[in-house]
């Protein structure tokens, strides 16, 4: 599938990088952590069997105080690797996505 992707986009190259945005406004944390922790894991595990070597950026945006707090206390239940791979954004993650990803490509 990454071929014909690449193809489709004229690149020579492989796609190496993938770029995951999470956005929990308007959820509560009882709602969404154990959702979080759920793809975070699945996403880790696809990643290292199907795609090793591939570079994961996930960003959670919308993030708001009490999860911040609860996620600095349970993220060394994850995969290390996996950790420094994930940036909490809070209502201002316009900024910061729009260096990587193309203004007209974010919701």
Do not use: H, Q, R
């Given at each position: 599938?990454?071929?014909?992707?690449?193809?489709?986009?004229?690149n020579?190259?492989?796609?190496?990088?993938?770029?995951?945005?999470?956005?929990?406004?308007?959820?509560?944390?009882?709602?969404?952590?154990?959702?979080i922790?759920?793809?975070?894991?699945?996403?880790?595990?696809?990643?290292?069997?199907?795609?090793?070597?591939?570079?994961?950026?996930?960003y959670?945006?919308?993030?708001?105080?009490?999860?911040?707090?609860?996620?600095?206390?349970?993220?060394?239940?994850?995969n290390?690797?996996?950790?420094?791979?994930?940036?909490?954004?809070?209502?201002?993650?316009?900024?910061t996505l729009?260096?990587i990803?193309?203004?007209?490509?974010?919701?």
């Amino acid at each position: 599938m990454l071929s014909k992707l690449n193809k489709e986009m004229g690149n020579t190259g492989l796609i190496n990088k993938s770029v995951i945005i999470i956005d929990i406004a308007n959820v509560s944390i009882s709602n969404c952590y154990g959702p979080i922790v759920n793809i975070l894991n699945e996403i880790s595990n696809i990643s290292a069997e199907y795609y090793p070597g591939n570079t994961v950026e996930i960003y959670i945006i919308n993030v708001y105080y009490l999860f911040k707090k609860t996620w600095d206390l349970l993220k060394y239940s994850f995969n290390p690797t996996m950790i420094k791979y994930i940036t909490m954004l809070d209502s201002t993650y316009m900024d910061t996505l729009s260096t990587i990803i193309d203004k007209d490509n974010l919701p």
